[in-house]
């Protein structure tokens, strides 16, 4: 179990996320935030599955406070990225979306005990997970975007003077 200190820095990197993002994107048009490197997912649905992976994870941590090891669900993200508001919705949504969830997930998270970060939820492809594991992994999965955005646009030829 990760000590206060810890906790603290990943609860910053989480509560950051809308602000850094918004940061790399402001400069670039829409063509360039469209734009699909071979293989890959565009910067634009890099942003709207950060609020859909967001959005689950976060109501997966108040199932897993306020059930007993509640068994989530999973879904596939590749299937959720290429749904039409995903490729066609300007980034602005998911960006709002993300402002406010991150305000309320660091604060959920900056609230919770011992006790209540050991609790745990069952996912059928990952198993037993505990509140902290899902503060860990999406600190981390906010960081990965930012880089795959910034690849994403490299990769398509818009150059990215913003560094993660």
Known sequence: MHNA?????????LRALPARLEALLAPLSEAQL???PDGAWSAKQNVHHLADAHMNAFIRVKLALLEDCPTLKPYNQDDWARTPEAAELPVESSLAILRGLHARWAHLFESLSEAEFAREAFHP????????DFLDYY???GEAHLRQIHQALEATGTPVTWSY
Request: a positive charge.
């Open 5 to 13: 200190q810890e906790r603290a820095a990943l609860i910053a990197k």
């Open 34 to 36: 469209s734009a699909v």
């Open 125 to 132: 492809e990952n198993g037993f997970m505990r509140v902290l």
């Open 139 to 141: 600190a981390a999965h």
